[in-house]
């Protein structure tokens, strides 16, 4: 295994705000990382320079070999289409437009739209039935596993997710983590923001932010993984 993401000295100011201090971070393909910590501790700016929705200050981001610092916009957003799904707390589906044409939207804008390619990927998250239903019309379960089924629908090679669980309550947090479970069985990279411990346990990995810098990593379970980034 090779890593997907190396950062070194990552660094991002907002103003005066130091949000992100000379971090350095390596996540190997495959690897199930989450991210903790308090409010205001960095995991979201982390989240937000990963997805290259936000760019850092200062230091080195290669994701799956490319450097993205150096990348000007057009060709940053050309990367996070083809590389990076993005799982959100807050779903942002379209809200006049059905699961189905949710998922078909962002074919749309990594090349082209594909509806059986989309109804396929409702039903891999069990939303099969549900083709037509606005969002309005959807209970918050649902509407995280079209934001899922949007997510993988370009197949990107890293998987990143925002407090995923964090608007659930407990039955379908369990059938969103069985789904991210699923992938990370299948290959996918996957990071995960969140509070909850119960999440982190799905993980290979633990990293804990305060005040900007990681304070910690642990390893929730020995794994290829894990001995493949102790030997770099």
């Not at 936000?54 to 590389?83: H, K, M, N």
């Not at 918050?140 to 629908?153: S, Y």
């Amino acid at each position: 295994m090779t890593g997907i993401i190396e950062a070194e000295e990552l660094t991002k100011y907002y103003g005066r705000l130091c949000a992100l201090d000379a971090v350095d971070l390596k996540v190997a393909r495959g690897e199930w990382l989450c991210v903790m910590g308090p409010s205001g501790s960095g995991k979201t700016t982390l989240l937000n320079l990963l997805s290259c929705l936000d760019r850092p200050s200062s230091g080195a981001l290669v994701i799956d070999g490319t450097d993205v610092t150096r990348l000007d916009a057009a060709a940053v957003t050309r990367f996070r289409r083809e590389t990076v799904g993005l799982i959100f707390q807050q779903f942002h589906l379209v809200p006049y437009l059905n699961a189905l044409e949710n998922v078909m939207l962002a074919q749309y804008f990594h090349s082209m739209a594909d509806e059986e390619e989309a109804r396929r990927a409702l039903e891999d998250v069990g939303l099969g039935d549900r083709a037509h239903h606005l969002p309005s019309q959807l209970s918050g379960g649902e509407q995280q596993r079209v934001c899922i089924a949007r997510a993988l629908i370009n197949e990107p090679r890293l998987i990143l997710a925002d407090e995923p669980t964090g608007n659930l309550d407990s039955a379908n947090e369990e059938i969103v983590m069985g789904i991210l479970r699923r992938l990370h069985a299948a290959g996918h990279t996957i990071v995960v923001v969140t509070h909850n411990t119960e999440v982190a346990e799905s993980a290979d990995r633990i990293i804990r932010l305060e005040h900007g810098r990681i304070v910690s990593s642990t390893w929730c379970q020995p794994s290829a993984v894990s001995y493949q980034l102790a030997d770099r």
